[in-house]
């Protein structure tokens, strides 16, 4: 399936998003993108959304489980009818989160904000889809030889994992290997804080489309 393909589903998808009114759930709509990114399988997807669609008396918020009961039947209806692989499902779930995120944001926030579609009525998907590739391009990766403080989010014997300021890590990711560190171990990180780091190559994920940034560790006390 094409990118044109794939965005035409994720429009698709958006719309059916808002018609549901799951632009109140965009939380549990973004975590079950992000499962699903991990495990790359919709049985499993299908059973967790189903499983926290249960009633959950220890959810902080009331509406959880039912937010996770219209994921199940969106997607469900979704993926009978349209037979995509499990790939670009995860391309086209992770479209239609962000443009539901972003409509929802569009609604609210004012022209001062950067969001020009909010105070407009009758725009179009297409034209809001046009205004969210736009402000995505608009994000600049940092180039080999950039410097950066990103967020510890995951630590593994091998590597550090970083987000990267203003990309989703369905998009792009950093990745710090043990044997860019001293002494070669990652036990000394802590997940949650942040590590000044600088670019030393980044690759593309031929399967997934994600971008994987390669990077170094720069002690506080070195200068960039």
């Not at 059916?16 to 709509?29: A, N, T, V, Y």
């Not at 995505?136 to 950039?146: A, M, Q, W």
């Not at 995951?154 to 290997?177: M, N, R, S, T």
């Amino acid at each position: 399936m094409d990118q044109k393909e794939i965005h035409i589903l994720a429009e698709k998808f958006a719309d059916e998003i808002f018609k549901s009114h799951l632009d109140r759930g965009i939380g549990e709509l973004e975590k079950s993108f992000k499962y699903f990114v991990m495990v790359r399988d919709r049985r499993l997807l299908l059973e967790m959304i189903y499983e926290r669609g249960e009633d959950t008396p220890f959810s902080q918020n009331r509406n959880t489980s039912d937010h996770y009961r219209k994921i199940f039947l969106l997607i469900g209806s979704f993926l009978k009818v349209h037979k995509v692989s499990d790939d670009d499902f995860a391309q086209i779930l992770g479209w239609s989160y962000r443009l539901a995120k972003y409509r929802s944001e569009s609604t609210q926030l004012s022209q001062e904000n950067g969001f020009g579609l909010s105070s407009k009525k009758g725009v179009s998907r297409s034209e809001l889809y046009e205004e969210y590739v736009k402000k995505k391009k608009e994000r600049s990766l940092p180039n080999i030889g950039d410097g950066f403080t990103g967020r510890i989010t995951g630590i593994h014997p091998e590597f550090i994992q970083i987000a990267i300021p203003d990309f989703p890590e369905d998009e792009a990711i950093g990745v710090l290997k043990a044997e860019m560190l001293a002494g070669k171990k990652t036990s000394s990180f802590r997940e949650g804080n942040s590590a000044r780091v600088e670019v030393i190559n980044v690759v593309t994920n031929r399967k997934t489309g994600r971008l994987v940034v390669d990077l170094k560790w720069v002690p506080l006390k070195a200068k960039m």
